[in-house]
């Protein structure tokens, strides 16, 4: 490539330009955990419990030893027993801690949930693997499960441990609520929810003479290297983790699932690789979902419409053996100023694998219920829904008595209303028509935390001038390849054809889980203050580079542009990096940079992305089929680092709530306590005929605060609000209130 053609990318970041990746996702180059494969590669299909409650009494293997092809059967007689915790560190700091409990064995003798691993099949082939699990003989002694938390409320516990806050009180609740001229109370309730990637999980495992070797599908390199690691009593160094591409997460890759410790004990115990691919029917009892959620509101309002009282008191299930919170009071807690505020959480046990995070998880479930429950109010106040949220308007975060980094939500309000065209909504409940079918007008705030972790990256130039970035994140499918060459492209006045991102690697330099998106925030960062170090080290080896046109240069006397260092004085006096380095006799120069928010701002300032969704629905006035008919979202989330791939993952998020909010919903049997629509037929997700045009809209703003790159995280504010938009609309359209996702037509008949 010539030099003249090369691009100096001045401007390159937040451009909208199509993924790096893309051409190898397209043709199929881009290779997924269970893609992988190695020499004498085995494959293991687990068999899981049909009963959700009791013991296993009968176990008989034989059959399926004895099939062909097979190699091992695991159970829990014969799983490789956990390595026991090093010992503790006479460390004073450490000493009231409890003592570390070593990992559990992943199969066990009592069952808690139906689809819980009873035995993992290895054989030579797929095929034999699956019949010899077919083959093996279970026997349970069974009791009836525990299925719906609701039955069982009178259990209901405040758990602890939370890294989210669970209880937010402020002012006098129950004095405001007297005060108040207008009531709300309802309960709005959420389905369990499966995430259902894409891209199943899966785990090719194998040891060599450097420990462990895992290809995996996961949120984080690095946490489930570990998590894995721990079983075997490895070092971080020991476990290498691989996975360059993520068919998507969403949550359910954010920890690392047991069929991945599972894969590593496999192999160790045949002394082979082995894969492990989870079916699209396990997906829905190994990997966790969103938790059934119960949320009591009740809202107070004075007769100005000024919010007096919110009262939110949230339940969700747990499994047997997790303490996982739905956080759903979050936003209930400071998307609205009002004095008087009282939100608690509880969970109830019931036979269900453990739930976890999804897609906004809190803020997704939690604004349906506030932003239902607000849409409520401003129809007893009288009031316009958008006017009765800007009359109560949150200018500070008064659960935490600070003020925000940013907060562009009125923009948010004002470009999406407009872009809706929501002054010409009839204020009146069915009074709007398009042909037969009845007409709704509907919106609702989105919010989520501005999160930023602590990250590493390096970067390498060569003497030809290539840059070679490298971090342990992972790109779920959202752009972190494209993005993270964006700013290092341009940060060293580099065409981006000579930047190779390298990431999906626990061995590289640490970075943080893909969760609670974070990543452009925490990993944006990384790059630049790397590919500004590495600039600055060029530019000081220009300058200390003998009888050049920059001998002697001081650093911002230089500008780089088309990877040349020029002097800012006079143009002709340059040399490209390629000669900077040859001169100096370097093969390559690096640079390795760690960021992390400040945590002076972290104490006084509060974080957040906001947007405003609008939303229009179209009721069939007799059979009640809703379509949702168009859509505009505005979303003020910082820095837009690639306007493209921003846009999309704000998409993806209203195409998910328009799933949580018409379609999604996992099944339990009331008696069998097991999952009954476990396939894509009968989980419904959003077709393309589900979903209208999204107009959506970014609002950039300029906030240091959140992360030294200026991103708050887009991943999942796009479907905060989004189900409550709908739902909103749809009681305008029809005057039926439905308080329990999914939004099915049943529920407005
Ligand atoms: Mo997200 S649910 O924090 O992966």
């Given at each position: ?13 937040g ?7 893309g ?25 899981q419990s049909s009963?959700?409650?009791g013991?296993?009494?009968k ?9 062909p092809g ?5 159970t ?9 915790p090093?010992?503790q ?36 082939t797929?095929e034999q ?20 938390f609701e039955d069982?409320l ?12 669970l209880?937010?009180?402020?002012g006098?609740?129950e004095?405001?609520q ?5 009531h709300?109370e ?6 369990v ?15 060599n ?26 070092q971080?160094?020991?476990?290498h983790?691989i ?19 599972i ?11 082995v894969?492990?691919?989870?079916t699209?029917?396990?997906?829905f009892?190994?990997?966790g979902?969103?938790p ?5 509101e ?8 000024k919010?007096v ?9 747990v ?26 959480h ?7 694998d ?11 479930s ?30 500070t ?12 939500l ?5 470009q999406?209303?407009e ?7 009839n204020?009146?409940?069915?009074k ?6 009845l007409?709704g ?6 919010s989520?935390?501005a999160?930023?972790r ?15 970035v ?12 494209t993005i ?29 889980g ?15 203050e790397?590919?500004r170090?590495l ?16 001998t ?9 542009s088309a ?9 002709h006096k ?6 900077i ?29 906001f ?20 859509w505009?979202?505005a979303f003020?989330?910082?820095?837009v ?16 709530g328009?799933?949580?909010?018409l ?10 306590g ?19 045009p999204?107009d959506?809209h970014?609002?950039e703003?300029q906030?240091?605060?959140v ?6 995280g887009?991943?999942e ?5 989004a189900?409550?938009?709908i ?9 039926k209130r ?12």
């Amino acid at each position: 490539m010539s030099q003249a053609k090369l691009n100096d990318e001045k401007g390159l970041v937040g451009q909208p330009i199509d993924r790096v990746d893309g051409r190898l996702k397209v043709t199929g180059g881009a290779r997924y955990a269970a893609e992988f494969s190695a020499p004498r590669l085995t494959y293991g299909v687990l068999l899981q419990s049909s009963v959700a409650k009791g013991k296993i009494t009968k176990l008989d293997t034989s059959a399926a030893e004895a099939a062909p092809g097979v190699v091992a059967v695991i159970t829990y007689k014969n799983v490789l027993p956990p390595a026991p915790p090093p010992p503790q560190k006479p460390n004073p700091a450490n000493q009231n801690g409890p003592p570390q409990k070593p990992p559990e064995a992943p199969f066990r003798e009592e069952i808690k949930f139906s689809g819980q691993n009873v035995a993992l099949v290895v054989a030579e082939t797929l095929e034999q693997a699956e019949h010899g699990a077919q083959l093996i003989q279970v026997e349970y002694e069974t009791e009836k499960p525990d299925v719906f938390f609701e039955d069982h409320l009178d259990k209901a516990f405040a758990p602890s441990g939370s890294n989210r806050p669970l209880t937010s009180k402020r002012g006098d609740f129950e004095a405001g609520q007297k005060s108040a001229a207008f009531h709300v109370e309802a309960v709005y309730r959420t389905p369990v929810e499966h995430h259902n990637a894409m891209e199943p999980h899966a785990t090719v495992a194998l040891w060599n003479d450097d420990g462990l070797l895992i290809y995996d599908s996961t949120q984080g390199v690095q946490g489930s290297a570990q998590t894995v690691g721990k079983y075997f009593g490895l070092q971080p160094k020991e476990v290498h983790l691989i996975d360059p591409f993520v068919g998507g997460g969403f949550g359910s890759k954010g920890q690392s699932w047991p069929h991945s410790t599972i894969a590593a004990i496999a192999a160790k115990t045949v002394g082979r690789p082995v894969k492990i691919a989870i079916t699209r029917r396990q997906m829905f009892t190994s990997n966790g979902h969103r938790p059934a959620t119960r949320q009591a509101e009740v809202l107070g309002a004075d007769k100005d419409g000024k919010l007096v009282a919110i009262q939110h008191l949230a339940v969700n299930h747990v499994s047997a053996s997790d303490t996982f919170v739905e956080p759903t009071g979050s936003l209930a807690s400071m998307l609205y100023s009002c004095p008087n505020v009282d939100i608690s959480h509880q969970l109830v046990r019931v036979n269900v694998d453990p739930p976890t995070y999804m897609r906004a998880p809190g803020e997704s479930s939690g604004s349906f219920a506030i932003e239902t429950a607000m849409d409520e109010m401003a129809w007893a106040c009288g009031l316009d829904p958008l006017e009765f949220r800007l009359r109560n308007y949150a200018e500070t975060d008064e659960s935490e008595k600070k003020p925000y980094s940013s907060k562009s939500l009125r923009e948010c309000y004002r470009q999406a209303s407009e872009a809706f065209g929501w002054s010409r909504r009839n204020p009146e409940v069915g009074k709007m028509r398009n042909g037969r079918w009845l007409v709704g007008y509907g919106m609702a705030t989105a919010s989520y935390p501005a999160n930023c972790r602590p990250a590493s990256a390096k970067a390498v130039m060569t003497a030809e001038g290539r840059v070679r970035v490298t971090c342990a994140t992972q790109d779920l499918g959202t752009g972190t390849y494209t993005i993270l060459t964006q700013i290092a492209a341009e940060e060293l006045g580099i065409d981006r054809s000579l930047v190779r991102v390298e990431i999906g690697d626990s061995l590289f330099p640490m970075g943080p889980g893909s969760g609670g998106s974070c990543s452009a925030a925490s990993v944006g960062s990384s790059v630049q203050e790397t590919a500004r170090g590495l600039r600055r080290a060029l530019l000081e080896m220009a300058a200390a580079t003998p009888n050049s046109p920059l001998t002697g240069a001081a650093p911002d006397a230089m500008e780089v542009s088309a990877g040349r260092v020029s002097l800012k004085s006079d143009s002709h006096k340059s040399l490209t990096y390629s000669e900077i380095l040859r001169r100096n006799n370097k093969e390559s120069i690096e640079h390795l940079g760690n960021t992390k928010r400040s945590d002076e701002a972290s104490k006084s300032h509060s974080m957040h992305a906001f947007g405003a969704q609008f939303c229009e629905v179209h009721v069939d006035p007799d059979l009640r089929m809703i379509r949702v008919a168009r859509w505009s979202g505005a979303f003020a989330v910082g820095k837009v680092l690639n306007a493209k791939t921003l846009t999309s993952q704000l998409h993806g998020g209203i195409v998910w709530g328009i799933g949580m909010g018409l379609l999604e919903e996992t099944i339990l049997d009331p008696n069998l306590g097991r999952y009954i629509n476990t396939n894509l037929a009968e989980y419904h997700v959003p077709v393309n005929r589900d979903v209208p045009p999204i107009d959506i809209h970014l609002i950039e703003e300029q906030d240091l605060l959140v992360s030294p790159v200026g991103v708050k995280g887009a991943g999942e504010i796009g479907i905060t609000g989004a189900a409550a938009a709908i739902g909103n609309a749809v009681y305008h359209a029809t005057g039926k209130r439905v308080r329990d996702l999914p939004i099915t037509i049943d529920k407005i008949l």
